[in-house]
């Protein structure tokens, strides 16, 4: 950091770079429509969407894509919670198939936030699990998928969570 800048200026380049990676998310989640549309395939950005999404819609902070474990923080009774963000992009919102990707419980994270987006990519819900009940979910004998490769398929997820937006 350059020690010339006082601390708000380190706050003020900080808000304007969150500020435009919000914006080029923004666009990212126009062209992924686009694509979506033109081929009926999924550009493969939902997991940034996602982020996009959660971030706008619940004020949280975005971290570099290099941070193990965690993509966003919040400040939840003067305590920084860390929080890993799985996106699914979801057809038909009646029929909630699929998995999310892999969670990994070496890293650090204090809860797991699924958003479900629509073919349109708007989010139309989004559901928050604790990191104790993540693992108690994935510990669970039984499953190839959730045991080894920390995958939860998404109605699993909802069961152990609860809704933090939007939903039905």
Known sequence: MNPNLNADDGQTQTADIN???????HEA???ARRFYRLTGKPLGITGEVAEYEAA??????????????????????GHEVHIQ???RC???PA????????IDLDKPFDAVLLVLLDSEFNAFAMYEASRAAVAAALE?????????RGSLAIRQFIAISTLRWGGS
């Open 56 to 77: 706008t819609k619940l004020g949280l902070n975005l971290h570099c894509a290099r941070q193990a474990g965690y993509d966003a923080t919040t400040l939840r009774n």
């Open 19 to 25: 500020a435009e990676i919000l914006d080029v998310l």
């Open 90 to 92: 979801v057809t038909d």
């Open 29 to 31: 989640k126009i062209l």
């Open 85 to 87: 963000i799985k996106g």
């Open 140 to 148: 669970r004998p039984g499953s190839k998928a959730r045991n080894e």
């Open 95 to 102: 029929k909630l198939n699929g998995r999310l990707g892999s």
